[in-house]
């Protein structure tokens, strides 16, 4: 008798451990959440598709985007590059490199290969002299929120406008002359640089790059005592 009444008490103590391991667990998902997950998924792949960068061609001194509007908001929401009669965008070989590093930029060959940064920055370096310098210093100014353009009719590398400021808009302030940190320069052509600021009416800035492709900037102005 004392076996089975201790049997018993076993099997009442595990229905009740039962009842509680069920109210413990958790309610069912309602089946409804099925069509919101695939929803998720769609979203993701149309983010994903707009995030799929644009195709440009590298045609010497330039590349040359597709005919796409992806590629004209280079131009209109940032000022990169030009648009074209046919709807395509030309972009210097400075701002092509900093497209394709910020993934929204693929360049192909001349014979549709698509390029590496390396490799399109050994053919960049073999249609610009010192690109690389100038790059550090156009990266650099384009990262802190400045447009930066080229200033060949000055004379000078680039001109640089002020934040929010767009060509067209204004004025650029500063003509910007990249050197290496290991540059000399005779007292001849430092003043020859400042006559080409005075002469613009803009001010006049070094962009000293480093070992390190860090840049220091000194701005130095024309006067007369």
């Known amino acids: 008798m004392a076996k089975k009444k201790k049997a ?4 009442e103590a595990s229905e009740e451990k039962q009842e509680v391991l069920e109210e413990l667990e958790p309610a069912p998902v309602a089946s409804k959440t099925e069509p919101e997950s695939k929803s998720g998924k769609e979203s993701d792949a149309l983010r994903s598709k707009k995030r799929q960068p644009v195709i440009g061609l590298f045609a010497g001194e330039r590349v040359i985007t597709e005919a796409s509007d992806d590629a004209r908001e280079f131009y209109n929401q940032s000022c990169f590059g030009s648009v074209t009669e046919s709807g395509k965008v030309e972009l210097s070989l400075l701002e092509a490199l900093y497209l394709m590093e ?3 930029l693929d360049i192909k060959s001349e014979a549709g290969k698509k390029l590496s940064s390396e490799s399109y920055v050994k ?3 073999k249609a610009e002299p010192n690109f690389w310098i100038r790059y550090c210093v156009f990266r650099d100014m384009r990262n802190r929120g400045y447009i930066i353009k080229t200033a060949l ?3 000078a590398d680039f001109r ?9 808009e204004d004025h650029a302030r500063w003509i910007v002359f990249p050197v290496h940190e290991t540059s000399v320069f005779t007292w001849h052509e430092f003043s020859a640089k400042n006559r080409v600021a005075h002469s613009t009416k803009k001010r006049l800035l070094l962009a000293i790059v480093d070992d390190e492709n860090d840049v220091t900037y000194y701005e130095t102005r024309w006067m007369r005592p």
């Open 8 to 11: 018993a008490e076993r099997t």
């Open 153 to 155: 009719k000055f004379g």
């Open 102 to 104: 910020k993934s929204r």
């Open 123 to 125: 053919k960049a370096r």
């Open 160 to 168: 640089v406008y002020d934040r929010g400021v767009k060509p067209g």
